[in-house]
């Protein structure tokens, strides 16, 4: 453990509130409702999956399905030469991810970007004797979503019933997300085959504003490398 002072490491502290307050996003309320309802980009597809799996949509266990039965998939991050299943596939992919972009109008992934996190809310750290600070940071994230099939139709109407969730469930996202919105269809693309078999692929983009929310204990602090702490204490003062 470092041996720093009480009062270095409350500079230190307040050094990063002072900078973190400088953006006029705040978050208020109930921090502890916050950080239950708020969806990173890792949990939103885990989200995804359970509310798949609740509307009995998803090919599990190996199933064998007929390709006529649209709306069964396998939900997954790999791509369908890797799934041993003959029925529909809906495959993800992040895409791109960058600090939000906030400028007013401007395009997604342009404009002035976010750098800065945003100060939530500060309480007494009781298991050590100190303070815990939370603080959010804004990514912007580009989803791929391709909708395999091996028939033109049922790949087109996986699609169509992937944008009709994503729509039908807006609200509940949408009070957990910044952002999300549908950017649209690409044309089909096609996989290199699979047991002979050739995929069609229709790709869907959505576009996803989230809050990565963080906290800093003050343990943390107190093992960090002296060299590092100095460097951020001589900024402060």
């Known amino acids: 453990m470092t041996d720093f002072t009480q009062p270095e490491i409350d500079l230190y502290i307040e050094t990063l509130k002072r900078q973190v307050m400088s953006s006029k996003d705040r978050i208020s309320g109930d921090i502890k409702g916050l950080l239950q309802n708020n969806i990173t980009i890792d949990k939103l597809f885990d989200i995804l999956y359970d509310l798949f799996k609740s509307k009995d949509l998803l090919i599990e266990d190996q199933q064998k399905l007929d390709n006529n039965i649209f709306n069964k998939f396998v939900f997954t991050e790999e791509y369908p030469e890797q799934i041993n299943t003959d029925g ?29 996190p945003t100060y939530i809310y500060q309480e007494k750290d009781l298991e050590n004797n100190g303070i815990n ?105």
């Open 88 to 116: 529909n596939i809906i495959t993800f992919e992040l895409t791109k991810r960058a600090p939000a972009s906030l400028a007013s109008g401007a395009p997604v992934f342009s404009g002035t970007k976010q750098y800065k």
């Open 133 to 237: 600070i939370y603080y959010k940071h804004q990514y912007d994230n580009l989803i791929t979503f391709i909708c395999w099939s091996t028939h033109a139709k049922a790949a087109r109407e996986l699609a169509a019933l992937l944008e009709s969730i994503i729509t039908k469930y807006y609200p509940f996202f949408r009070t957990r997300l910044p952002v999300i919105t549908i950017e649209g269809r690409s044309a089909p693309i096609f996989s290199n085959g699979y047991n002979g078999k050739r995929f069609r692929g229709i790709p869907i983009e959505i576009f996803i504003r989230t809050d990565e929310i963080e906290v800093i204990k003050v343990d943390e602090l107190e093992r960090m490398p002296p060299i590092l702490f100095n460097g951020i204490l001589k900024q402060a003062q």
